[in-house]
């Protein structure tokens, strides 16, 4: 297959649902940066002649600014993302029949797009020890994961008609990550000089990559050949939490006191959660070594 020079990639169109989300604003500057043209859909009215108000549970308006602008490229980012949201029903609504809405709307384009990203979430794993790969049977233990694994189940229908990738991103945070989140909770501690902190279970590893290795992934992936897939998207890298509270203590130059609060521990939490990233090396090759915590610690703590 031929190779695209990257000049001729940057002429083209990207369409990202959920452009004004954290990682939207992130996407957007990336791709900006590297010439592409940037349109995308947001759920309030914007100023930004390039974002269009859209509500995704409505199909005829997805079509509509899809006719209008004709992109190369689509990521779809618009989702419930967080694990806790009170509102199940809405979780299954924005986050399925979303996504339905935007297949049904690309699917009546007069053109196949090169390629469309479709942003699950490794929340499908569920918990299981170890480091996962894509073989595994998932396993989701909340209307989060649930939500997004029955989303791939139906986006695999459009596999035949379209050329899509199915993503799971690990856990990653970054500036402008809302603060329930629990990096940006550490970090906001620190930055008002808090005394005390609550948290869950600190004796546990997780990934927390940086939102600049998650677009990066997007925009190698978005111009591979891979198609038909899905995908962890992730280090490998398990970082530990009273890791990131020590950094912190440096950062900020000075001792926080930790209370684990018992409501905020899962029940059968596991020690340790990692992606097998070997199939993503495989596609877009490795530089995840590119980005540290402390790094991505310092970026939010400074900013």
Same mark, same amino acid.
């Given at each position: 297959?031929?190779?695209?020079?990257?000049?001729?990639?940057? =002429?083209? =169109?990207?369409?990202?649902?959920?452009?004004?989300?954290?990682?939207?604003?992130?996407?957007?500057? *990336?791709?900006?940066?590297?010439?592409?043209?940037?349109?995308? /859909?947001?759920?309030?009215?914007?100023?930004?002649? !390039? *974002?269009?108000?859209?509500?995704?549970?409505?199909?005829?308006?997805?079509?509509?600014?899809?006719? /209008? $602008?004709?992109?190369?490229?689509?990521?779809?980012?618009?989702?419930?993302?967080?694990?806790?949201?009170?509102?199940? #029903?809405? $979780?299954?609504?924005?986050?399925?029949? +979303?996504?339905?809405?935007?297949?049904?709307?690309?699917?009546?384009?007069?053109?196949?797009?090169? =390629?469309?990203?479709?942003?699950?979430?490794?929340?499908?794993?569920? !918990?299981?020890?170890?480091?996962?790969?894509?073989?595994?049977?998932?396993?989701?233990?909340?209307?989060?994961? !649930?939500? =997004? %694994? @029955?989303?791939?189940?139906?986006?695999?229908?459009?596999?035949?008609? #379209?050329? $899509? $990738?199915?993503?799971?991103?690990?856990?990653?945070?970054?500036?402008? #990550?809302?603060?329930?989140?629990?990096?940006?909770?550490? @970090?906001? *501690?620190?930055?008002?000089?808090?005394?005390?902190?609550?948290?869950?279970?600190?004796?546990?590893?997780?990934?927390?990559?940086?939102?600049?290795?998650?677009?990066?992934?997007?925009?190698? %992936?978005?111009?591979?050949?891979?198609?038909?897939?899905?995908?962890?998207?992730?280090?490998?890298?398990? @970082?530990?939490?009273?890791?990131?509270?020590?950094?912190?203590? !440096?950062?900020?130059?000075?001792?926080?006191?930790?209370?684990?609060?018992?409501?905020?521990?899962?029940?059968?939490?596991?020690? /340790?959660?990692?992606?097998?990233?070997?199939?993503?090396?495989?596609?877009? +090759?490795?530089?995840?070594?590119?980005?540290?915590?402390?790094?991505?610690?310092?970026?939010?703590?400074? *900013?």
């Amino acid at each position: 297959m031929k190779e695209i020079k990257m000049e001729e990639r940057s =002429k083209k =169109k990207v369409f990202i649902t959920g452009i004004n989300g954290f990682t939207g604003l992130h996407l957007e500057k *990336h791709l900006l940066e590297k010439g592409f043209e940037v349109f995308g /859909t947001t759920f309030r009215k914007t100023d930004n002649p !390039n *974002h269009y108000p859209c509500d995704i549970l409505k199909e005829e308006r997805i079509s509509d600014i899809l006719v /209008t $602008i004709k992109p190369e490229y689509i990521i779809h980012l618009a989702a419930i993302s967080f694990v806790a949201s009170k509102d199940k #029903q809405n $979780i299954y609504n924005v986050n399925v029949f +979303g996504t339905i809405n935007l297949l049904e709307a690309i699917n009546k384009l007069d053109y196949i797009p090169n =390629k469309i990203l479709i942003a699950s979430s490794a929340a499908v794993y569920g !918990n299981i020890e170890g480091e996962l790969d894509e073989t595994l049977c998932p396993q989701p233990v909340n209307h989060y994961g !649930n939500s =997004k %694994l @029955v989303m791939e189940n139906m986006t695999k229908a459009y596999f035949n008609s #379209q050329n $899509i $990738i199915i993503t799971r991103p690990f856990n990653y945070t970054g500036v402008g #990550q809302e603060s329930h989140f629990l990096v940006p909770k550490i @970090v906001s *501690h620190f930055k008002e000089k808090k005394a005390n902190i609550s948290l869950g279970n600190i004796d546990v590893y997780r990934e927390f990559n940086d939102v600049d290795y998650v677009i990066e992934c997007y925009t190698k %992936l978005l111009i591979s050949n891979l198609k038909s897939d899905i995908i962890n998207v992730c280090s490998g890298k398990a @970082v530990n939490i009273k890791y990131i509270i020590s950094a912190m203590e !440096n950062l900020a130059n000075y001792k926080i006191n930790v209370n684990v609060n018992p409501d905020f521990i899962r029940k059968n939490e596991i020690k /340790t959660l990692t992606g097998s990233n070997k199939k993503l090396i495989s596609v877009i +090759g490795d530089f995840s070594n590119n980005y540290q915590i402390q790094n991505t610690l310092k970026k939010i703590y400074k *900013h």
